[in-house]
């Protein structure tokens, strides 16, 4: 059967994949939920959901430096992978060898297509369609601020770093109903104190990944954004575009009660 991932992309398989390799820890947790407990050889040093595979299942290396001869140790039918997440040098060696399907996502619907596509090309069309259901009547339950609150989302502190508008991140800010002040921007910029300064940010989100934000960090930045709330945020809710929705929108409004 021929299918298509999001880089548009075909991809022929034979039979339904019986040995799989992810590189992406929000798509290994998909494929949990989806059922593939046995099909699933091979995941990334991040891929922390569940437990029970990151303490069971081979570790290919991370996101950005995989381990090209333990993949190929494992010889699987199939390996799921991610355009941003992933190194393009990365997938493109991997893909001269083994069927690789590569997802693309910076909006909700591109994760809804995700999570179609993966279920499709393992074999789990309705596992797949029954999760997306299921996410979206949690999001027709997201109560949205009334009214746009400037906001920044930081992900990394020396540097400072922060989600641009053309992230994952920015769009799920949108959602809830949250201006992304650096919205102009593009991918994870770093921005100093001055570009702080003039933000004109009300709210500040520090992310528990991939910089582990804690309590003790939210005091340099009230010192530059003095008006500004801050709030520490569960990155994986903001971030991971498989299963975790599902988890994401009745977090999303208890923070939003905290703003």
Same mark, same amino acid.
């Given at each position: 059967m021929v299918f298509t991932d999001q880089l548009h992309?075909?991809?022929?398989? #034979?039979?339904p994949p019986?040995?799989?390799? *992810?590189?992406?820890p929000s798509q290994t947790e998909l494929l949990y939920t989806l059922g593939l407990?046995?099909?699933?050889?091979?995941? $990334?040093?991040?891929?922390?959901?569940p437990s $029970?595979?990151?303490? =069971?299942?081979?570790?290919?290396?991370?996101?950005? =430096?995989?381990? +090209? /001869?333990?993949?190929?140790q494992l010889a699987p039918d199939l390996i799921i992978a991610n355009k941003e997440e992933n190194l393009a040098t990365d997938v493109q060696a991997l893909m001269e060898e083994f069927p690789v399907?590569? *997802? /693309?996502?910076? *909006? +909700?619907?591109d994760a809804y297509e995700m999570i179609a596509?993966?279920? #499709?090309?393992?074999?789990?069309?309705?596992? #797949?369609?029954? +999760?997306?259901? /299921?996410?979206k009547s949690g999001f027709a339950q997201?109560?949205?601020?009334? %009214?746009?609150?400037? $906001? %920044?989302?930081?992900?990394?502190? =020396?540097?400072?770093?922060? %989600?641009?508008?053309?992230?994952?991140?920015?769009?799920?800010?949108?959602?809830?109903?949250?201006? =992304?002040?650096?919205?102009?921007?593009?991918?994870?910029?770093?921005? /100093? %104190?001055a570009q702080l300064a003039g933000s004109g940010c009300k709210l500040v989100l520090l992310s528990s990944e991939p910089y582990p934000f804690r309590e003790k960090h939210m005091a340099a930045l009230q010192e530059l954004l003095p008006d500004a709330r801050i709030l520490l945020a569960d990155g994986e809710m903001f971030s991971w575009y498989g299963s975790r929705l599902r988890e994401a929108p009745a977090y999303f409004n208890q923070l939003l009660q905290q703003a």
């Open positions: 992309r075909k991809i022929t398989l #034979a039979n019986g040995k799989i390799v *992810s590189l992406v407990e046995k099909e699933v050889t091979g995941i $990334t040093k991040f891929c922390v959901h $029970t595979w990151f303490k =069971n299942k081979t570790r290919v290396g991370g996101t950005k =430096n995989v381990q +090209l /001869d333990t993949i190929r399907w590569v *997802s /693309d996502i910076q *909006s +909700l619907e596509g993966v279920g #499709a090309i393992t074999g789990r069309e309705v596992q #797949a369609t029954t +999760l997306i259901t /299921d996410i997201l109560r949205p601020l009334p %009214a746009p609150v400037p $906001t %920044a989302y930081f992900i990394w502190r =020396n540097p400072w770093m922060v %989600a641009g508008g053309d992230t994952f991140i920015h769009e799920m800010m949108r959602m809830c109903g949250l201006q =992304n002040v650096f919205g102009n921007l593009q991918r994870y910029p770093e921005v /100093d %104190a």
